[in-house]
Structure formats: structure tokens, C-alpha cells
């Protein structure tokens, strides 16, 4: 169901006590009289039946009314003006945020503004976000059977919607905590084929489900089956949160197209935080990365903090990064450092899978260029060399620019040191091609770039 539809069905079963006040709110705060709001659609006298909560106004008489007071639909039917969102949205993000701190009294605190506000509005979405964050608060403080209570009310009901996925999530802990393995279990099973289902067997969501499942098993006693949960959890292929977040997506459009909204949602709700994680994690990457480019870039370098930030660049691209070659760039330039420092078997660690290059023919020649270097260091060289020319066939598919001119330099180099000239000529030629240079051969001298 789409909001105007929400709205809609909203106007045929709000309170009309609650309507009524709102619409006069609405029509004294924007100097109206009763004429004015009511004229030409129906009287004056109908409209004070309205206010007073006798009678229902249909959808297209509510919108009307909302034009002329300029207001919102939604502020009539739900009764949060935009402004009061902003606020309310702040109230409840410290709430959850003191959540998770483990801060109960102060998200508490937060709660209590909120529901202040939100006490003519059971209809607004906001509303249903304060009582599951109530409930997690109540979690957090020890108060397990209100909880409980408001959790199993929420989800009976099926009024959780996006917070569907949260609120089963806590449920399951606090049976847990409350001494209920079985209810632990009856409600963390089906949330763990649910998730497995979608694809989402490897997501910190179902990390979380089988620890509080696996700790019943074992308190009923059940500890095989408490050892095969953890062990199918431990064996899934771990995923980056890049990876999580298209799986939620997918979850989230592929629950849409069977018109179950409330679980669509959900998976919707995790989707974006997780890209707003991702997306924060990416940057620091970058930061990280770009750091220790300058560091090295120094008249002196400084290659032991260049690989600590390095290091850290890398762990942060690989887990959240989204964009593949950017983390491969990232990894690339961590085994560059390593290989410096003569630890080649770590640098060979470092370096991304194949797959993971996204089909750059730059970054497959780097890999091929360090790996040659890799195995140069371990007293590999019939295998270095041999790398090298796979390198070199590379380069030749990467166009030219300033980056793949300095390759080629590399490589020109790294070809002399194996005492092959040839192959060191030619890559300097493609060098100078690749900067714009032509090479002219004049008789009895050496080839000389000139810009062509």
C-alpha cells in the first residue's frame, strides 16, 4: 500500500473527536473563520458538526480543507507537522542511538519527549518507531516482561512495518534473557529460514539470531543442535557489507513484487543503512589511502606509516567497499608498500583475486608487475619473468595516459634488470606513445622521444 493510500484508508478509520480537533487547530492557526474553511463545499453549520467529531469528511472534502489551512493531509490525518517531524526525528535517533550505547535511562528520557508529542498521533509513523524503540529501551534496562509484551503486541498485530526485522530481532534476546529458550527458539528459527531464504545467511541480522538461538538450544539442553547452527552459520561465505546491502535490496524489491510491504520494508530499512554505512566507510578508505600517497610522495618518504594507514585503507575497502576497483587500487597500493619492505609473502596476501579487478586492464598489469616483483624477491625468476610479459601484454590493452606511461617505465626497468634489453626498448617506446611522444631512429643513435 502506497502512502496515499495509507492516508486514504486512514480517513475512513481515524477517530473523529481526534479528526475534529485538528481540523479546527488547523483553520484557527491559519485565521479562518468556519465560512471561509467551508464555503463553497458544504456550510458552515456541517463543518461545526465536522469540528465537533459528528460527522466523517470523505478524502476529497479532507484535502480541500488542508489546501485552504495550508497544512498537510498528512498533519490532519496524522497530526505531526513537518516542523515537529525534524524535531521528533531528532528525539528518536538519540534514543536509538543511547540504545545502543547500552543507555537506557537517557534513551528513555528521549522516549518520553517524543511520546509527549506524538500522544494525538497513534496513526504517524513515527509513532510506531517510539514503541519499538520503547521496547528496546525496556530491553536494555532489564525490563523484559514490558518488552516482551509490547514486542509480541507490535508483531501479532502487524503494525511493526519497516520495523518489522528490529523488533523480531529484540524479541528473540529477550526471551533469551527472560529465562524462555523456547520462545527464543519458536521465534529465532523462522527468522533464520526467513533470512536464509532471501539470501541474507551471511548478514550480521542473522549472526545475531543464531547466537541467541544456538545459547537456547544449549539451555534446553539441546547441544548438537546448538553445535550444527554455529557451525552453519560459521561456513557461509562471509560477505562485505557492499555485498549485504544489493542482498537486502534484492530482498526488499523481491518481497515488494508479492505485495508483503511490511517485510519489504524492513529489508528496505537495513538496505539503506547499510549504504549509509558503506558509503562513510569508502570515504575513510579513501582518506586513509590518500594519506599515505602523501607520505610517501615526501622528499621523505615515510613507508612505516604509509603501511599502517595503508593497512587500514585496505581492511576498510575490502569489507565495505562497494566500488571494486577502488578497493583493488587500494589493496594494490597496501602490497606495493609490503614489497618495499622485502615482506613479500604478506604483500602476496594483499594482492586482490583476479575477479576482484573488475576487468581493469591497468589494475590486472599492477598486480602483474608486483607479482612479478613478489616472486623476483622469493628467488622465483623464470616465474618473474614470466610475469612480466603477461604484464606487458596488459599495458598494451590499457590506451595510453600519464598512469600507463609510468607502467610502462616500470616495466622498461624491470626488464633491465633481467638483462633484456629488447623487451626493456619496447616498453619504453610505449611509454613515449603513451604520453604523446613519437620515437624517431636515426641512423647510429638511440631512440629520442619527440612530441608528436
Known amino acids: 500500500m502506497n502512502v496515499g493510500a495509507q492516508l486514504a484508508e486512514l480517513s475512513r478509520t481515524i477517530d473523529l473527536g481526534l479528526l475534529g480537533r485538528r481540523i479546527k487547530a488547523a483553520r ?14 458544504i456550510s458552515s453549520a456541517y463543518l461545526s458538526r465536522i469540528e465537533s467529531g459528528d460527522r ?24 505531526v507537522h513537518p516542523d515537529q517531524r525534524v524535531e521528533l526525528t531528532l528525539e528518536l535517533d538519540h534514543a536509538a542511538i543511547n540504545i545502543t550505547l547500552g543507555n537506557g535511562l537517557q534513551a528513555m528520557e528521549h ?7 506524538l500522544a494525538d498521533s497513534p496513526a504517524s509513523d513515527l509513532w ?12 536494555v534496562l532489564g525490563h523484559l516482561d514490558e518488552a516482551i509484551i509490547a514486542l509480541e503486541d507490535l508483531l501479532a498485530s502487524g503494525a511493526s512495518g519497516p520495523y518489522w526485522l528490529s523488533a523480531s530481532l529484540t524479541l528473540t534476546r529477550c526471551y533469551l534473557d527472560a529465562g524462555d529458550p523456547n520462545g527464543c527458539i519458536e521465534t529465532g528459527e523462522p527468522l533464520l529460514e526467513l533470512l536464509a531464504d532471501h539470501g541474507l545467511a551471511t548478514s550480521a541480522e542473522a549472526a545475531e539470531v543464531a547466537t541467541s538461538v544456538a545459547a537456547a538450544l544449549r539451555a534446553r539442553g539441546d547441544h548438537e543442535r546448538a553445535i550444527e547452527l554455529c557451525r552453519r552459520i560459521a561456513e557461509s561465505t562471509p560477505d562485505n557489507v557492499a555485498g549485504q546491502l544489493n542482498e537486502y535490496v534484492a530482498a526488499s524489491v523481491s518481497k515488494r513484487a508479492t505485495s508483503d510491504l511490511n517485510l519489504a520494508a524492513a529489508f528496505a530499512t537495513i538496505a539503506r543503512a547499510r549504504a549509509d554505512h558503506a558509503q562513510a566507510q569508502a570515504a575513510s578508505a579513501r582518506f586513509h589511502a590518500q594519506f599515505a600517497e602523501l607520505l610517501l610522495a615526501g622528499p621523505e618518504p615515510n613507508i ?23 578497493a583493488a587500487s587500494i589493496r594494490l597500493s597496501y602490497a606495493k608498500v609490503l614489497v618495499l619492505e622485502n615482506e613479500f609473502d604478506e604483500a602476496s596476501r594483499a594482492l586482490p583475486d583476479e575477479d576482484e579487478l573488475a576487468g581493469s586492464a591497468i589494475l590486472t598489469a599492477s598486480r602483474l608487475l608486483l607479482a612479478s616483483q613478489i616472486q623476483r624477491g622469493n628467488g622465483n625468476l623464470e616465474a618473474a619473468r614470466d610475469l612480466l610479459a603477461e604484464a606487458a601484454r596488459a599495458l598494451g590493452r590499457a590506451g595510453g595516459d600519464q598512469t600507463v606511461a609510468q607502467m610502462w617505465y616500470e616495466l622498461g626497468a624491470m626488464f633491465n634488470q633481467f638483462g633484456d634489453s629488447e623487451s626493456a626498448a619496447e616498453a619504453y617506446r610505449a611509454a613515449a606513445e603513451a604520453t604523446g611522444l613519437a620515437v624517431v631512429q636515426s641512423v647510429g643513435q638511440r631512440a629520442a622521444p619527440q612530441r608528436s
Do not use: C, I, W, Y
Request: glycine share 6%.
Open 304 to 326: 612505516g606509516a604509509a603501511r599502517e594507514r595503508l593497512a587500514f585503507a585496505s581492511a576498510l575497502a575490502t569489507q565495505h567497499g562497494s566500488d571494486l576497483q577502488e
Open 128 to 139: 510506531l518507531q517510539l514503541r519499538v524503540l520503547e521496547a528496546r529501551a525496556n530491553h
Open 56 to 79: 466523517r469528511p470523505d478524502l476529497k472534502l479532507l484535502v480541500r480543507f488542508a489546501e485552504k489551512a495550508n497544512v498537510t493531509l498528512e498533519q490532519l490525518l496524522v497530526g
Open 28 to 41: 484557527v492557526a491559519a485565521g479562518l473563520t468556519q465560512l471561509q474553511l467551508a464555503t463553497p463545499e
Open 111 to 117: 522516549l518520553g519527549r517524543a511520546r509527549e508529542a
